[in-house]
């Protein structure tokens, strides 16, 4: 199956600063790559996903970035606020699989 | 709607005991999923079922089984529960089969073996 790193484990941001979430995998053939938010004590739910005809999605204050060669992706957060404290997954699908593997998780914690 | 909803919350067991964890969608989605959560593991698939009568492995099935029900219900069963069991499982739903449909979580359920 697909092997998907997530880096780094935990992030610490001043409000209003960046943050940047880098993932990594392992299968080529990986073509779509969706992003969770978790909050504390709550349900994962989709943000943000890309598909590989396409190198850069936005979305407001979340953008995703996609390197086919290097076989990374990226979650990009602009001007964090503190309710972008969340722990973060991002997840590749891997040849012919019919689900989702996930990264480890970031936990970002964003410092009012 | 309530969307995707699991029992119980919480749950303890002892070593040895059985018991299964409840999954219902009400949004009329064909797959369903059951994760289990630990820290610094992130969400690992434990079994899902791509559309109703059908059900298969995911990363990590050893020691878990599942039912598909009907359309609505996926349960996931420990037949005889061992501490490494101890996780927060979290069962999903999505529209269609596939890596590309959004997964709807459910709340979670904490589950402690002792």
């Known amino acids: 199956g697909e092997n998907v790193e997530q880096h780094p484990s935990t992030l610490s941001v001043q409000e209003g600063d960046s943050a940047v979430i880098k993932c990594t995998y392992s299968?080529?053939?990986?073509?779509?790559f969706p992003w969770y938010k978790q909050e504390l004590g709550k349900r994962p739910q989709l943000i943000i996903d890309i598909r590989s005809n396409v190198g850069e999605k936005k979305d407001q204050r979340i953008a995703v970035t996609l390197n086919k060669t290097a076989k990374h992706f990226s979650l990009h957060i602009t001007e964090t606020q503190p309710e972008d404290s969340a722990v973060y997954f991002c997840?590749?699908?891997?040849?012919?699989?019919?689900?989702?593997?996930f990264g480890t998780g970031t936990r970002l914690t964003v410092i009012p | 709607n309530a969307g995707v909803t699991q029992t119980p919350k919480f749950q303890v067991l002892k070593t040895g005991q059985s018991m299964t964890l409840q999954c219902a969608q009400d949004m009329n989605h064909n797959s369903m999923y059951w994760y289990r959560q630990d820290p610094g593991m992130g969400l690992r698939l434990i079994y899902y079922s791509a559309s109703e009568g059908t059900t298969d492995k995911g990363e990590v099935p050893n020691g878990y089984n599942v039912s598909r029900l009907n359309k609505r219900e996926f349960s996931l069963r420990l037949e005889s529960a061992a501490p490494s069991q101890t996780s927060v499982y979290f069962c999903?739903?999505?529209?269609?089969?596939?890596?590309?449909?959004?997964?709807?979580f459910g709340p979670g359920t904490r589950l402690t073996v002792l």
């Open positions: 299968d080529s053939a990986s073509n779509y």
């Open positions: 997840a590749a699908p891997g040849t012919g699989a019919n689900n989702l593997f």
């Open positions: 999903a739903s999505a529209s269609l089969a596939g890596p590309y449909n959004e997964q709807f």
